[in-house]
């Protein structure tokens, strides 16, 4: 009987993991999306990529992950650039794309 509350405890945990990437993951593509749309070009693949996580201090001292995704975009269909999106939980802390200066305005618009 213990064993099955540790496999379902262990099951809880996993799916919170994955749900809670699966949330950031369609986050950053909202973000994404907007970033190009406000920059005039195309998100390629609708999509976003992640490729990074680690563990860093929040700005109130506690503990939290920051994701890292790539997107790819392009200017007129028929170039293909990558950029990079960096948050803090929800917050994007860095953004490397078509326009740098589109992220400060992406992170008023979230919600």
């Given at each position: 009987m213990p064993s099955l509350i540790l496999l379902m405890i262990a099951g809880a945990i996993a799916y919170a993991w994955w749900n809670a990437a699966r949330?950031?993951?369609?986050?950053?593509?909202v973000v994404g999306r907007r970033a190009c749309r406000a920059a005039g070009v195309?998100?390629?693949?609708q999509t976003v990529h992640a490729v990074g996580l680690k563990?860093?201090?929040?700005?109130?001292?506690?503990?939290?992950?920051?994701?890292?995704?790539?997107?790819?975009?392009?200017?007129?269909?028929?170039?293909?650039?990558r950029g990079l999106m960096v948050f803090h939980?929800?917050?994007?802390?860095?953004?490397?794309?078509?326009?740098?200066?589109?992220?400060?305005?992406?992170?008023a618009h979230e919600g």
């Open positions: 949330a950031a993951s369609e986050h950053a593509i195309q998100l390629l693949d563990l860093r201090r929040r700005d109130d001292g506690r503990l939290g992950l920051e994701r890292s995704f790539r997107f790819e975009y392009s200017h007129d269909g028929t170039d293909r650039n939980g929800d917050r994007l802390v860095a953004f490397t794309g078509p326009a740098p200066a589109v992220a400060s305005s992406l992170s």
